[in-house]
């Protein structure tokens, strides 16, 4: 079988009105792995999401799958599974028939069936729910019976839109971590869409970064987050962000670093910023403007005349008020160039 | 940005195109059967309304000319424009008055509620003998009329026939248009009395500042549907006198009903014609009123619409 | 306060009261026996001397009438009949013609859908004087007059059920079909499937409406039904003489029943399906 690459290929989408909601969209996704779309509201990451499942037409542009081009195929026929946002379970099934609808359609066997059901509500611990209806379920399980039913029929591409946005907190955290345990257990290609750069961050393999319909950055999360390849992304990925300004002014750059050729801004990470002692020369006075405490690092955030703001990751330890004024340092080998 | 011609050649709708013929398939059925039963023989009946009876002649205007001279036709005609005139705003007082006491009233209004309905569910043609014993000269009514020293009246053989149309047709719809109104009341964002309620609004300012202007667009789905509804009314009439009715509730249908009997099919034809340019100027302005204002919609919400939306938005 | 909601209490019981007594009188009417309604209403039916009566509570309360018309009057018996054989089949046929309709109305985006759907929103508004005349050149042209189809066919190309059943149809989230078309769904199971599970409650509503509509219809019968064998009882009724009162009033009550139970069962969606005719067409 030849490997089932996903290859988009100057994809756009215009809607009504003139909005370019996707802008010469290209990129390959590898067979297997896990992708994460993200970017603020707006900026296409579920337009090409739908634009993949078939559910939005493609203006101009390519989509293929183990390089057959799909933008005609229906997406019945594209061999995907999708679990949307508000879950989509059908409220009129009981559970079971949820997860087998899928497979019935496809006209499966009954005893096939059967079987693929059980496994798959025992993977996801909803044996005990089967005979319910979803209105009967909480947040969480709905979630789950959405996962089950994509994953019932094995397709060849998990499509995910913000599936745990309608999550509290805390299970968010706890769904994070089992889809991507599912994922790499089942080995199936797997295209997430979120708004939150944490869920990107932990979850991806690689991560596409996306504003207005344009293709920002698309790299492994460790790339994304230590070299930014622009400011968007520099601003969007990390929290708090990284400290950026423009080259030429703000802090001087060490003696014998030089900046590549296309950059106009210089950053660096807040955890790359530190206190300083008294005879450090590198080391500049700062005023403290504020300081917010999360229990396992302490952010602070500091100014001063004629520089930029910065924000400082330091320790929970970390003691520092309002008002006070304290010599930080760059380290600046963190330094990066965009 | 694209210029806008160029963009509409990259931007075919192309999963439009490939499933063009899917919506078709799902109407087939239905427009099949309104072509045939409803549009060609519209069509049929607008050329015979310009021939003579026998459908062999060309007469132009004739058929026309005719129904507007017949003197039948101006008493039916102006026996249903009184009746709409009449009957509509009372109609609609009486049905928001309802719908106010019963938004007024949280609990208990599921009673009160089945009760001003269940009117709709009543055929006419069950009420018949009760009418005639209520309404006759030797009836209830005038039992009752007897006690505050009123002569007796013969309600359904003189011009009070009318009366007892218009309070008939008022008893069937009344529920209708109340639980048009009080959707439209339910529409209002509740946020606001409260916070006329902290500004020290009382119920009557609450009422003209926010009630009456929130419901204006029901009142116009409201009037438009009581209007169109009102042609209906030939039932009520029916029950009430059956075939040969005191002149007063000679209706359109009426008229109608005995072209049909004594074959007059160019008359017919003519009559419809005019019948339905009316009704579709009427349909005109509603398509105006309804389209309006976009934002606000007609007022009038559905809750199980909503109702469907949330169920499967959240399931 | 208290005050003003006892008052409120007052006049929407009174209302209630007023709108209700026509039902009462009516069911305790089919509990007077023939002689009684017979006494009772002879100032009425045959102009005897003084006035009418109709008692709250009949004084000899019989279900003789009700008997009699059940067991022996094969004539109501038929117009019962006919009545079921026409509005029955012809509610059916309007959901089963609508629906799709409906769907594609809601569902789907296609050139000339306004147009149409403009189209069938004046045809549903459109009056039976404006209709009869089409019904009758097509049911004479296939001989159908004084048949049943010549109610049923033209009450199945009603738009009015379409209309309803759109409005549902729409409110139908459409991450619910679109998950359904990536499950492998065609077109015409994800309608069977979500569409009309989902949709049931304006399918509902269309009925309970359609069947009081039809259960009551008097013009569409009067005019294209010549021959009485073939009446329903909604015609029939009007046009009973003082012979056989006792029964009349019993058959006033067994029409009546369906209609009843249906609007017991049935009101949240026939209010659902009045508050849909007001909606905004969008």
Known sequence: MPNQNIVIDKANKYYPGGVHAVNNMSMEISEGEFVVFVGPSGCGKTTLLRMIAGLEDIHGGTISMGGRVLNDVAPKDRDMAMVFQNYALYPNMKVYDNIAFPLKMRKAKKVEIDAAVREVARKLDLEQLLERRPGALSGGQRQRVALARAMVRKPKLFLMDEPLSNLDAKLRVQMRREIVGLQSELGVTTIYVTHDQTEAMTMGDRIAVMRDGVLQQFDTPEVIYDRPANLFTAGFIGSPPMNVWPLGEGFPLPPGMTPPDRATHAGIRPEFIVPADEPDRQAVQMRVRGVERTGRETLVFLEREGLPDLAMAAGSDFDARPGDSMRVRLRTEALRFM | MKPRGNLNRSEPKQKLNRHSLTPWLFLAPSLLFVSVMVLLPFGDAVRRSFFSAMGKQFVGFKNYIAVFRNEVFQLAAKNTAKFALVCIPLLLLFSLVLALLLNAVKDSRGFYKTSFLVPIAVPVASMVLLWRVVFHENGLLNIVIGWVGLSPVDWLNSGSAFGVLVFTYLWKNVGYDMVLWLSGISSINPALYESAQMDGAGWWKRFTRITLPGLMPTLFTVTVLSLLNSFKVFREAYLIAGSYPHDSIYMLQHLFNNWFVSLDVDKMCAGAVLMAIVVFLLILLLQKVWGQDSGQGSGVRNKEIRGIQERGDRI | ?282
């Open chain 3, 1 to 282: 306060m208290r005050a003003r909601k006892w008052l409120i209490l007052c006049i929407l019981t009174f209302v209630a009261f007023f709108l209700l007594t026509p039902l009462w009188l009516l069911v305790s009417g089919s509990l007077m026996g023939g002689a009684e309604a017979a006494q009772n209403f002879a100032p009425v039916l045959e102009n005897a001397e003084g006035s009418a009566v109709w008692p709250l509570l009949p004084k000899y309360p019989t279900l003789q009438p009700l008997v009699k018309l059940l067991l022996d009057s094969p004539e109501f018996f038929r117009m019962f009949w006919n009545s079921c054989l026409q509005v029955f089949p012809l509610v059916a046929g309007q959901i089963f013609i609508g629906a799709p309709a409906a769907w594609a109305f809601a569902r789907y985006d296609f050139r000339g859908k306004k147009a149409l759907l403009l189209l069938y929103i004046v045809l549903m508004l459109m009056p039976f004087q404006v209709t009869m005349v089409s019904s009758y050149l097509v049911l004479s042209r296939l001989s159908l007059m004084d048949t049943v189809w010549a109610i049923i066919l033209p009450g199945a190309a009603s738009t009015f059920p379409v209309f309803i059943m759109t409005r549902f149809f729409a409110a139908i989230p459409a991450s619910l079909t679109e998950a359904a078309a990536l499950d492998g769904a065609s077109p015409f199971r994800v309608f069977l499937r979500v569409g009309l599970p989902m949709g049931a409650p304006g399918i509902l509503s269309a009925v309970v409406l359609g069947f009081f509509e039809y259960w009551n219809a008097l013009e569409v019968p009067l005019t294209f039904l010549k021959d009485p064998t073939n009446w329903p009882l909604s015609l029939y009724l009007p046009s009973i003489s003082a012979d056989n009162l006792g029964i009349s009033l019993a058959a006033s009550v067994v029409m009546l029943v369906p209609a009843l139970l249906i609007f017991l069962f049935g009101q949240k969606y026939l209010e659902q399906g009045i508050c849909a005719a007001g909606l905004k067409e969008n």
